[in-house]
């Protein structure tokens, strides 16, 4: 039995936390400062209540930091009375709109905790969230990217009997309520949440069957905000352009939206991630900062030779979510005229930046360091021996902003986490000697397109449903421009009808998956390469995949 499981764990039984020896040193330390997300934009509003703090320009939005504060109050008062109260779970579905902020502050302050789902996500993700964490309240927009979030609410709620209120954030409630409905005159929030709470639960990209749940606390988040901004240059000054989508980890905290609540400076929304839209913001909201995954990234700096638009306020391009060609990092200072910062992070915790002050080369060639120095970091071989410098191996990290297990997870947290709380990162790297981490590759059964995370096993589980699939395999294969795509490998049932390669694309869809999900190519094959041992050798078919690689296709989009 691990520590985790065992009844001496700290936190509560769905969330493992650290243990009374680790709190107590990140608080000696000054990492965990007692700070909580509630009380930090209340600050703030105290500070300097007519400052700009969120900017949505797509809807001519802008709100001071006296006006977030005052509507979350609002908000929360709109929650309370409708029943939703600490410790409740609510699975918050929003692009990149004012109404994020607002609703994520308000559910703060009352101790609800949001569970962060992307846009992408279809009706089977959100059914699993809602389902798994008895989620009380479902916020969604109306429409995005052509997509209409109340027919799928409809769907989730009749199946989900803890839901009891679905909010639209951005418009007509249609069957459900408006948010705008909802806010209430301010009220004493009866039990707010301590800063050791948890604050919210993220999504991991993660690599099984179904996606895990990350309980973040508001003392290890606001910590990484805290060290993030520090190494990013964030100040009161700065404007954050939230370009990937609000609620994943990097745009969020890296240092992110709320990296630059926390610093007091502005954040503004971007509706879409390309240079169409981003460059005219840029140029008349004076961006400073802002987070790019690497296809985007490319894209960027392609368009940024023949733009029309001003983009002299960009101080630093931060990137990450999947590894950065050298080439291609090489280009960015050249072409958009800002410091390239690489950023190697993951929800779970632990985030490396390369320095602004590092030298050139270091920038370009490495993913950086860890925020803290309380951030361990070994890299070890496959039985957990630690190597030498510069050896690569599998990367494991402890420290004051990496969890200590997944949310409601026992079996897994005792594989994915050593039994003195080292989490192992799937990552395979190596570290320069000037305690730079080089990412190598990955260990985990995991495809990164572009910086968007597929676990293998949940697309072949629904590959798997389809009646005419026997077996199923899903690999990553090279794409230039996305730097990884997925791969199916699918044996048919004996006797079956031949299937085409779209349908199989169509069954996947058809049975509500975010569409990054759905396998770009899909290849039917008799029989699977083997190992030595007879187990199915996925490294066989990458290589399989990486040496007939498909007919050229038009680039697939990252994060639409
Ligand atoms: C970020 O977070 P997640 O949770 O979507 O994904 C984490 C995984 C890492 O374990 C690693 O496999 C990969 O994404 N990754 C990178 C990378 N940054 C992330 N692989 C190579 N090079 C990089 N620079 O992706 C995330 C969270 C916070 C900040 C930035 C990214």
Redo the contacts with the bound molecule.
Sequence with gaps: MSTLDSPGTPGTPDAPLWPEEFAERYRAAGWWRGETFGQMLRDRAAAHPDRIAVVDPARDLRWTYGELDLRADRLAAGFLARGIAKGDKVVVQLPNIAEFFETVFALFRIGALPVFALPAHRETEIRYFCEFTEAAAYVVPAEHAGFGYRDLAAKVVADVPTLRHVFVADGDGGAFEALSDVPAEPVTIPDPPAPSDLAFL????GSTGVPKL?PRTHDDYIYSLRGSNELCGVDESSVYLVALPAA???P???P?SLGALYAGARVVLCPRPGPEAAFPIIESEGVTLT?L??PLALLWTDAAASTPYDLSSLDVL???????SEEAARRVKPALGCTLQ???????G???YTRLDDDAETIVTT??RPISPDDEIRVVDDEDNDLPVGATGH?LTRGPYTIRGYWKAPEHNARSFTADGFYR???VVRLTESGHIV?EG?A?D?I?RG???IAAEEVENHLLAHPSVHDANVVAEPDPYLGERTCAYVILREGAEPLKAVAVKKFVRERGLAAYKVPDRVEFVTAFPQTGVGKISKKDLRAAATSSPSPASPPPSPHT
């Design positions: 993220q999504l991991s990209g990350i994943h980890n990097f969020l905290s890296s992110g987070g995954v690497p931060l990137v990450g979510g999947a590894k950065f690489q950023v190697f992070g993951m929800a779970e632990l985030v490396n993913q950086g990367l990162t799937g990552d990412v990955r985990k995991q990164n910086g968007e995370k």
